[in-house]
Nanobody, 114 residues
Framework: QVQLVESGGGLVQPGGSLRLSCAAS????????MGWYRQAPGKQRKLVAT??????SYDDSVKGRFTISRDNAKNTVYLRMNSLKPEDTAVYFC?????????WGQGTQVTVSS
């Protein structure tokens, strides 16, 4: 059973950047697609980015600002976030895509505020 641990969140000013990491306890190479999701207060969890072995896709709200990448050798998935906005404030999670209930972790809090 793979465990996913997210890290890298924090408090950042609008326009700032963060890089989130998702470290897996086992191999992620067997997963065709990995995703980053976020859940803002009072809202449902939402997919923001996916990475297959050879392509990426993004929700319109983050396109051009966020970059997802996966390093199968390190069993880690990253989310580089630039030009952050207050509406990006949320708890960020990684999981497979589509998500597997067994792989949800604690997430990492991202707060964008001046």
């Amino acid at each position: 059973q793979v465990q996913l641990v997210e890290s890298g969140g924090g408090l950042v000013q609008p326009g700032g950047s963060l890089r989130l990491s998702c470290a897996a306890s086992g191999s992620i190479s067997r997963f065709a697609a990995m995703g980053w999701y976020r859940q803002a207060p009072g809202k449902q969890r939402k997919l923001v980015a996916t990475a297959t072995r050879d392509s990426t896709s993004y929700d319109d709200s983050v396109k051009g600002r966020f970059t997802i990448s996966r390093d199968n050798a390190k069993n880690t998935v990253y989310l580089r976030m630039n030009s952050l906005k207050p509406e990006d404030t949320a708890v960020y999670f990684c999981n497979t895509y589509p998500p597997d209930l067994a792989y949800w972790g604690q997430g990492t809090q991202v707060t964008v505020s001046s």
